[in-house]
């Protein structure tokens, strides 16, 4: 079992002394590494042989390079979940779409600015399905002397919220590509690396974090699962939140949060009991019919003083489909909107799209247990196809044949889109892009289809932040929905889930020249093919441009 003392030590030695406006340098070391969870053992990809991996610490306005070295049989490549990346998007991640991946016996070093970002971020892995155990937090502390907006607590905690799979997760994948069908889903959660004990195997620890009675903690929360929105809750105590994808809420208090793969979460939490060990949980949420790890992780709130013998203090977890419980949340979050830290929603909208999300059947004479077809996913009808050549590096240096901005920005076919499926459920393919002036406005409303079946889709838009305007279930209606749209304190975030047999509206500004990938991050969507990228050209003068590459861009 875990111990505070242990985590501190470990964080001590990776973490540089902090001072504003420095160049922070980081070694990630890719390498495998024997684990054992669930009473079983497996090579697992790490950052230098940990899991969940080093945390990245810097504060606002920092310059962050990391020289990842790739160690393992795989091609690598590291996404920096939620750092906009601003005219750099050399160093944003996503394999093909911005670089070509780091090839093993390689490195590449991550070199990027922190600009105008404070709070919890993530980094992961952003090819195959190696992000499961290839992953690990970012926390980006205001600059020196800019104090949190709500009362500086006691101690920050990070929890990092996963999934594993006793089996390889490049198996589960491939075989599921092979069959045409939907993978195994996973044989546990986990709270900071460990599943706590199961009845599979009662003898395995769960994490541990030990609190003082009377003071208040910051958990950093995480969700790096690959294919599960998740409940969490802690018996006995009050979550306040106050912070999601690193911009700052107005503060409430709730006793669950759900949190989509992708997002993360700050909240606080006051030990205002006197002593006792009291159960953390994550369990997860799917308000479809679709097959999900029903397995609940858990972790132990351990007030000092409390012997290790005393029984823990248990929490009721949502019902699985507690779609109530999840929108109570959703619909609580709202942008602090202060003086120093303004909504600044666009309020005029250059490009009014409309992208349906969901999942679609194409032929496939090779996938015998998929009856010669395989499940897929698209947006507006486009299974995506990655290249083999990255998009941004095509932009650049003006290569033809990589990629075509024909991506539409509506629907080529008009349907029920949330009642009965059309009778033709094939998609078509292709690898699109969507371009916007610089500077330009963009309004878009993400709808869910029902085809095969509705679901929450968590949908992530790299290299920007967006506000989140309005949702309802249904199919959006432009006349009657606009006029409900929060243009005041709507949320800001980075990933936003799309509500099962539903729509969102997001805004957001194009002030990031550059290639930006936005898909599901549901990794099996995102496999299948829920994906596109936005290109948004230069604007005027230096400072509008996108910057050249650096000189050790991995090759294709």
Same mark, same amino acid.
């Given at each position: ?7 501190l030590v470990?964080?001590?030695c ?6 504003e406006g ?8 890719v390498?495998?590494?024997?684990t054992t969870r669930?009473?079983?053992?497996k090579?697992?990809?790490t ?15 920092d310059?962050?390079l ?12 590291i996404?920096?979940? !939620?750092?906009?990346?601003?005219r750099?998007?050399?160093?944003? /991640?996503?394999?093909y779409?911005t670089?070509?991946?780091?090839q093993p016996?390689?490195?590449y070093v ?5 600009t105008?970002?404070r ?13 499961a155990?290839l992953? /690990?937090?970012?926390?980006i ?13 006691h101690?920050?905690?990070?929890v ?6 006793k089996?390889d ?5 491939n075989?599921a590509?092979? +069959? /045409?069908?939907?993978?195994n889903?996973?044989d546990a ?8 004990? +199961?009845?599979?195997c ?5 994490f ?8 208040k ?15 969490f809750?802690?018996?006995?105590h009050?979550?306040?939140i106050v ?21 993360t979460?700050?909240a ?6 006197s +002593? ?6 994550a369990?997860?949420?799917?308000d479809?019919?679709i ?7 858990t ?9 290790a013998?005393?029984?823990?203090t ?14 109570n949340?959703?619909?609580?979050l709202?942008s ?13 909208v250059d490009h009014?799209?409309l992208?349906?999300v969901?999942?679609g ?7 015998k247990? !998929? ?6 996913a ?14 941004l590096?095509a ?6 044949g ?5 991506f ?6 008009i ?7 059309? +009778?033709?459920l094939?998609?078509t ?6 371009r916007l002036?610089?500077n ?9 289809t ?6 929450n889709?968590?949908?992530h ?7 989140a305007?309005?949702? /309802? ?9 606009q ?14 889930g799309?509500p099962?047999?539903?729509w969102?509206a997001?805004?957001?500004r194009a ?5 930006w990938f ?15 990228a936005?290109?948004?050209?230069n604007?005027?003068g230096?400072?509008?441009?996108l ?9 294709c």
């Amino acid at each position: 079992m875990d111990s505070w003392l242990q985590i501190l030590v470990l964080v001590a030695c990776i973490t540089p002394a902090v001072v504003e406006g420095r160049v922070r340098n980081y070694t990630f070391n890719v390498v495998m590494k024997n684990t054992t969870r669930l009473c079983s053992s497996k090579p697992i990809v790490t950052v230098n042989g940990m899991f969940p991996g080093p945390t990245l610490y810097a504060r606002e306005d920092d310059t962050v390079l990391v020289r990842v070295s790739n160690r393992v049989k795989y091609n690598v490549t590291i996404h920096w979940h !939620g750092i906009r990346q601003l005219r750099m998007g050399w160093a944003d /991640g996503p394999a093909y779409i911005t670089q070509c991946p780091i090839q093993p016996g390689q490195s590449y070093v991550y070199n990027f600015t922190i600009t105008g970002q404070r709070g919890t971020l993530l980094w992961h892995a952003h090819i195959l399905w190696l992000r499961a155990t290839l992953h /690990g937090a970012i926390v980006i502390l205001p600059k020196r002397g800019v104090p949190y907006p709500f009362p500086k607590p006691h101690k920050e905690v990070v929890v990092v919220l996963g999934e594993w799979w006793k089996s390889d997760t490049e198996a589960v994948i491939n075989q599921a590509i092979k +069959s /045409g069908l939907a993978p195994n889903v996973s044989d546990a959660h986990m709270i900071n690396g460990h599943p706590g004990p +199961s009845s599979n195997c009662p003898s395995q620890g769960g994490f541990t974090l030990p609190v003082e009675s009377g003071k208040k903690y910051m958990l950093r929360i995480i969700n790096a699962a690959l294919n599960e929105e998740l409940f969490f809750k802690i018996a006995g105590h009050q979550l306040t939140i106050v912070e999601v994808d690193a911009t700052y809420v107005k503060p409430f208090k709730t006793d669950t949060i759900v949190i989509a793969p992708g997002q993360t979460t700050n909240a606080l939490i006051s030990t205002d009991q006197s +002593s006792g060990k009291y159960m953390v949980a994550a369990s997860p949420f799917m308000d479809s019919p679709i097959a999900v790890d029903n397995m609940t992780a858990t972790a132990t709130l351990h007030y000092s003083g409390t012997l290790a013998a005393t029984s823990t203090t248990l929490t009721k977890t949502p019902p699985q489909n507690a779609t109530a419980v999840a929108n109570n949340f959703v619909n609580s979050l709202r942008s602090l909107n202060s003086k120093r830290y303004p909504a600044k929603i666009p309020l005029t909208v250059d490009h009014s799209l409309l992208f349906t999300v969901g999942l679609g059947i194409n032929p496939c004479p090779s996938c015998k247990a !998929g009856n010669g077809s395989r499940v897929v996913a698209s947006m507006n009808n486009v299974t995506f196809v990655m290249p083999t050549t990255a998009i941004l590096q095509a932009h650049f240096f003006n290569k033809s044949g990589v990629f075509t901005s024909d991506f539409p920005g509506n629907p080529p076919t008009i349907f029920n889109y949330t009642g009965s499926p059309p +009778s033709n459920l094939r998609t078509t393919s292709g690898t699109k892009v969507y371009r916007l002036r610089y500077n330009s406005t963009v309004q878009l409303v993400l709808q869910d289809t029902g085809i095969i079946a509705p679901e929450n889709h968590p949908i992530h838009l790299h290299g920007f932040n967006f506000f989140a305007i309005g949702k /309802g279930l249904g199919n959006y209606n432009p006349k009657v929905d606009q006029k409900n749209f929060n243009l005041v304190d709507p949320v800001e975030r980075n990933t936003i889930g799309v509500p099962s047999g539903g729509w969102v509206a997001i805004r957001f500004r194009a002030d990031n020249p550059g290639v930006w990938f936005m898909h599901c991050h549901l990794e099996i969507h995102t496999t299948w093919g829920l994906k596109m990228a936005f290109l948004v050209d230069n604007g005027k003068g230096p400072s509008e441009s996108l910057l050249p590459p650096p000189s050790d861009l991995p090759k294709c």
